[in-house]
């Protein structure tokens, strides 16, 4: 028996603004869309056009308030060959929220405060 990686959840409260922040700031793409016939849900599945990865961003109709992340102790972590320039870039669009100068990683936020780790390739 063989499992293979399919997607990780986020639930979002505004999806137009996480669908622009994964594209802006990490290059993914929507790849797929699901949207429920009564209008409760949409799902959006966002991914890197190189993996069958995706990230699966969930938007429910009646959810006003935002989500509790807890300690924010899980998160998803992306590789990048241009390690300087993406923490520069990250930088600027004020998405850095942690940053390891020892450990030579960093962690953005998403709008519904989610850490997305960034770590340079090896």
Do not use: Q
Request: glycine share 6%; charged share 30%.
């Amino acid at each position: 028996m063989e499992f293979k990686f399919n997607h990780y959840n986020y639930n979002v409260l505004d999806l137009e603004k996480s669908i622009k922040f994964y594209e802006e700031a990490l290059g993914l793409k929507e790849v797929r869309r699901k949207e429920a016939s009564d209008g409760s849900f949409i799902l959006v599945y966002m991914g890197d056009g190189k993996s069958d990865f995706s990230l699966e961003l969930t938007w429910l109709r009646d959810r006003k308030e935002p989500y509790n992340l807890g300690e924010n102790e899980f998160h998803l972590a992306f590789v990048t060959d241009d390690y300087e320039a993406a923490f520069k870039k990250h930088s600027e669009m004020g998405y850095v929220c942690f940053n390891n100068e020892e450990m030579g990683i960093y962690f953005i936020n998403d709008p519904d405060n989610y850490w997305i780790e960034v770590v340079p390739a090896k």
